[in-house]
């Protein structure tokens, strides 16, 4: 791990200390949480293409959502780092809201990377029944979710 700091090719020790420059993480264990989170987004922004210097009806949608996470993620990281007057409740609200609602997102995030992925593309779905229709096969699709038949039909179902 020396070396390769040494050599350029990480920038600090994985769970080592902070750096010096940055602001103390806060004693509530909720906003601690959401400061570092917001710390794991930015260094995950960093990463991402820069956006154009363009105007904003000439951005497209992926530019302009691009440019509003950017800006939203400073300013929740802004909010976070301030110093924490106990005293003023109204912050201290508006920072437990960041907090909850970025762990949260991360929560969604994490759920979203763990689900299975599907091969099964609504196009190739199209395609297959298109393909289906030009053979003259009859195609007949049955929604995983539809209830109306089954072993209750004809009799109310209670449970």
């Known amino acids: 791990m020396k070396a390769a700091k040494a050599a350029g090719l990480i ?21 601690r949480r959401g400061q570092r989170l917001i710390e794991q987004a930015i260094a995950m922004t960093k990463a991402l293409p820069a956006v154009p210097d363009k105007s904003w009806e000439e951005m497209t949608d992926g530019e302009k959502f691009a440019s509003n996470f950017t800006a939203s993620l400073d300013f929740n990281h802004e909010v976070l780092n301030r110093h924490t007057n106990w005293e003023d409740t109204e912050l201290l609200k508006l ?25 099964d593309t609504v196009v190739s779905r199209l395609m297959e029944r298109v393909a289906r229709l030009r053979r003259s096969e009859t195609v007949l699709e049955i929604d ?4 109306s038949e089954g072993p209750h039909v004809g009799r109310p179902c209670f449970g």
Do not use: Y
């Open 11 to 31: 920038e600090r020790f994985p769970n080592g200390r902070r750096a010096k420059g940055l602001p103390p993480r806060s004693k509530d264990r909720i906003i």
């Open 95 to 119: 920072k437990k809201e960041i907090a909850l609602s970025t762990q949260a997102a991360a929560v969604r995030l994490r759920t979203a990377e763990l689900a299975p992925r599907s091969d």
């Open 144 to 147: 995983p979710g539809d209830v």
